[in-house]
């Protein structure tokens, strides 16, 4: 997957594609591969870099929702499920089995829990992952030895799923190209192209060079996310407000903080939600919270607020509290929250929002979709390329995506294999390693990032910025904010031999992303 190869082509497409998409996270991704599965011409653009906003800053589970059965909405949930079974099968160098341990630290919760987790895996049928069952206090401090035992009385354990999100956007965007499209990142959409009232194509620039390209196709699909109603109001500048976005922020820790191979779910925190402390790539992850935000941005910040109830809450569970110095980093991102409001015009909480996806057709012919989660992306993708057929007139096509492997699949590694998350690319990143001494050393001694990951970043992944490959290619910016900092000036190095950077601007792609990790670090 080679940019230059890609905008090649894309001077050389001639007529209209069938799809044009805005947006490179995961539901323009997968939207991407859809179509192009089915046999679509098919071009994807995104401003930044692929899963730049909200996709690459989740909780990392690919799960049915506990929280949503409770609401009692059993068919997001059954979705959910099924989708989950199908992404384990369908990337399993990404996707795993993970245990979640819910606590009982009232004579009630175990039965009124256990009986709960029964329904789950009711619900999730035949592609179930592994039965619920309960647990005695022995047990769960065997399973959890940093879990507060104060007034423990047992517990329930069930499986759901975990993933990489950047990870699998970026393989995504690989199986689309795979497939025939043109993925571009680093090109925004300056502006809709419309004939007779209908939108026919989009005015694309890129942002490295600042070269222009008219862009024509037979359906547009606006997948920008949190951004949505900007695009519908090039459109439209009268077309109402549909997203709410609420953020979500999550702290990292060290794994000493939770050891051992299983997550803590706790189902009612003081607001409401749920909270996780979940073991990802050797760290803890603890989420999350759901604030209303009245703007969006690509970098949202956690808000003094929601820090002290994550250390709070962590401290109300985990033996060690958690100190300001034990955060390894902070991250936070923003939902696409579907608004329906009210004759008074409040949407109320975010909590209260829609989590189903939404389709809207313009009478321009513009198809938006927002809303959903990383979960049902692929049923999600199904849907708006439906639609697209429909609108586009171009012919109905059937959906291969339920059985359609991602990139990489081809090879499973041990989880705890640095490069398992490339899956069949890791061949070809061991063999660059063996090329040169600089590209087999970490790039930082508190990193697993290698320089021959971030020369596959640049030469196969699309990476252009320090920070495409310090916070999405490889996860280092969320794991360590303060070793991603220092790691910059190797990375940058690496990267403009790669990609032929004169030395201003390595010097500059360094401080813009030291000055971006700051962001990430928790002062004391």
């Not at 046999?39 to 506990?66: N, P």
């Not at 069952?133 to 759901?160: A, F, K, W």
């Not at 299983?262 to 402390?277: E, H, K, Q």
């Not at 579907?338 to 929002?353: H, I, Y």
Request: proline share 5%; net charge negative.
């Amino acid at each position: 997957m080679n940019r230059e190869h890609l905008l090649s082509q894309l001077s050389a497409h001639t007529g209209p594609f069938d799809i044009a998409i805005i947006g490179g996270g995961a539901t323009g991704l997968g939207a991407a591969v859809d179509a192009a599965s089915r046999g679509h011409s098919v071009i994807l653009i995104e401003q930044s870099d692929f899963a730049k906003g909200t996709s690459s800053r989740s909780t990392k589970l690919v799960h049915g929702g506990v929280r949503y059965l409770k609401q009692g909405n059993v068919s997001l949930v059954l979705e959910a499920l099924r989708e989950r079974g199908l992404l384990v099968r369908n990337a399993p160098h990404l996707v795993h089995s993970l245990p979640f341990v819910i606590p009982s630290y009232h004579w009630w919760e175990g039965p009124f829990y256990g009986i709960g987790m029964k329904v789950y895996d009711t619900l999730a049928g035949q592609l179930g992952l592994e039965p619920s069952r309960s647990l005695s206090r022995e047990e769960m401090i065997h399973l959890l030895p940093t879990l507060e035992t104060d007034g423990l009385s047992g517990g329930v354990v069930y499986h759901d799923g975990q993933f990489d999100d950047a990870r699998l956007a970026i393989h995504l965007a690989q199986t689309a190209v795979n497939h025939g499209a043109i993925v571009l990142n680093h090109t925004r959409c300056v502006g809709l192209i419309k004939e007779n009232g209908h939108v026919i194509g989009v005015q694309a620039e890129c942002v490295e060079s600042g070269l222009q390209h008219e862009i024509r196709a037979r359906c547009v699909i606006n997948a920008t996310g949190v951004f949505v109603d900007s695009v519908r109001h090039m459109d439209d500048p009268k077309a109402d407000t549909i997203v709410a976005p609420s953020q979500g922020v999550h702290l990292v820790l060290p794994r000493e903080f939770l050891p051992g191979d299983s997550a803590i779910m706790i189902p009612r925190t003081d607001d409401g939600r749920v909270l996780f402390a979940v073991p990802w790539h050797g760290r803890v992850i603890i989420g999350t919270t759901d604030t209303p935000v009245h703007h969006a941005t690509l970098e949202p910040r956690a808000l003094p607020d929601e820090i002290a109830f994550l250390m709070t809450h962590a401290a109300r569970y985990l033996t060690r509290d958690p100190q300001p110095s034990d955060v390894l980093s902070i991250y936070a991102g923003l939902r696409p929250l579907v608004a329906m409001k009210e004759k008074n015009g409040d949407t109320g909480t975010t909590a209260a929002l829609s989590r189903d996806h939404t389709i809207l057709v313009a009478e321009s012919g513009l198809i938006t979709i927002t809303g959903g989660k990383w979960t049902t992306y692929r049923r999600m993708a199904e849907d708006v390329i439906d639609h697209a057929e429909m609108v586009g007139g171009f012919g109905m096509r059937h959906c291969t995506t339920h059985t359609l492997m991602i990139h990489g699949s081809a090879t499973v590694l041990d989880q705890h294999d640095p490069l398992a998350v490339y899956g069949s690319d890791a061949a070809e990143i061991r063999t660059l390693a063996t090329q040169h001494p600089d590209w087999a050393a970490k790039v930082h001694p508190r990193l697993d990032l290698i320089g021959a990951e971030v020369i596959f970043h640049a030469r196969h992944e699309m990476a252009r910025t320090i920070g495409d490959v310090l916070a999405r290619r490889s996860r280092s910016l969320l794991l360590d904010a303060q070793s991603s900092m220092s790691a910059a000036p190797k990375v940058g190095a690496l990267m403009a031999t790669e990609l032929h950077w004169p030395p201003e601007k390595t010097s500059h792609e360094i401080d813009r992303f030291q000055k971006l990790a700051c962001g990430y670090i928790l002062e004391g």
